[in-house]
Structure formats: C-alpha cells, structure tokens
C-alpha cells in the first residue's frame, strides 16, 4: 500500500471519529437544554430542542453511511475495524439520547400550565444534572481513548437507577397525597424515565469504548443495577 493510500485511509478514519465526537457535543447540549427547559417550564427552549433533533439522525445516518464505506473499501483489520465499528455504534446511542431529549422536551411544553411542584423539579434538576455529567464523562473518554475514564462511568449506573427509584416514590406519594397532581406526576415520571435512559446509553458508550480499546466485547460483569422490578414501571 503506497504512501497517498495510507494516509486517504487514516483520514477516514480521523474523520469518522471526529464527527462521532462532534454529534456527542451536539447530543450534550440537546441533553442540557431539554433538562433547563422542563426545570425552568421554558417553552421557547423546548422548542428549540425539538427542532434541533433532525440535526441528530442526520449526522447518525452520514457516519453509518461513512462507516459501512469503510469497511467495505479498505477492509479494515484488528484495531481499525473496531475504530469503525465502535463509532457507528456511538453515533447510534447518541441518536437515541437526542431522541429522549426531543421526549423530555415534548414533555415541557405540556407541563407548562400544570403547578410548579418544586421539590419535584429539583429531583428531576439533580437527576437531570448526574445523567448530563455521565454522558459528558464518556464522550470525553471516547474523545481521548481513555479507558478509565469510561470505565468509572460504567461502574457508576447504579447511581441513575436510585435517583430514579427515589423520584418514582417520591412522585407516588405527590399523586396520593393529591388526586390533581396526577397528570403532572405523569409527565415527571416519563422525564425521569427518559433521563435514566439516556443514562444507560451512556453505560452503553462506554462498554463500546471499552470494546474499541480492548478488543473484549464484555466488561466482565454484569452491570451494576438496583430494584431491577420498579425500574420497569
């Protein structure tokens, strides 16, 4: 393989993991915006998240697209190929967090009338606040290849699973101490659930990085999860 070919297909490859990170600094702030909106009740900026989301499944779509090229035309091997397949798998999670954001927003947009219910908003900012550093810890890890770093992220899910559990009670208890709350609960409960979805995705990103990096598809162990039966709820 000459010079000019080496280096057209290390470019490639560059260029794949470039974009994947840039559609992972896109899904964070999609994230950010879709949890400062349903705190603040800001519609304006829901909006924007909505409308921002076709941003995501189109970068989703051109790294696929870039992705299968690549391996069809130069066939990559050993580490190149895992370089390509990890970040069609990225970009995939990511597509999918945008997709929760976009949710959560919707979610805004109806909450809008219903009563503050301040306690509740700030579980849902505190939930919202550890999902948004998890997601920003991996893409960082996947930007630098660090293997530690997605790995703490990893070992951490279980602290997404208990904001969550203790956000349903403490949504059910609102509902029962009053019947009116109901609807509002509702809409919290389904940005609760979106949070702690995109925060699997970030477990997810890094037991990719982890493949990417080490060439073993599994960490070793199962992953860490609480109250595995009100987490389907």
């Given at each position: ?229 009100l987490r389907e709820a």
């Amino acid at each position: 393989m000459n010079e000019h070919i080496v280096k057209s297909y290390e470019d490639e490859l560059n260029t794949l993991t470039a974009e994947c990170a840039r559609m992972g600094g896109l899904t964070e702030a999609q994230v950010g915006d879709s949890i400062d909106a349903v705190v603040r009740r800001d519609t304006t900026l829901a909006e924007s998240v909505v409308g921002r989301d076709q941003r995501l499944d189109i970068l989703e779509a051109d790294i696929e697209r870039k992705a299968i090229r690549l391996i069809a035309l130069r066939q990559p091997m050993a580490n190149d190929l895992r370089k390509t397949v990890a970040a069609m798998k990225i970009a995939m999670n990511l597509e999918r967090c945008g997709d929760l954001a976009k949710n959560i927003a919707k979610r805004t947009l109806v909450l809008t009338e219903a009563e503050p219910m301040s306690p509740l908003t700030r579980s849902i900012e505190r939930m919202g606040k550890l999902v948004l550093g998890r997601l920003k810890d991996v893409l960082d890890a996947y930007t630098a290849s660090d293997l530690d770093r997605a790995l703490a992220v990893w070992s951490r899910d279980d602290e997404v699973d208990e904001h969550y559990n203790s956000l349903f009670r403490e949504l059910l208890t609102y509902m029962m101490g009053d019947p009116r709350t109901i609807t509002a609960c509702a809409h919290m409960l389904f940005v609760a659930k979106n949070l702690e979805r995109i925060g699997d995705h970030a477990t997810n990103i890094a037991e990719i990085i982890h493949y990417e990096i080490t060439g073993v598809e599994t960490i070793g162990s199962a992953r860490p999860k609480t109250d595995d039966l009100l987490r389907e709820a």
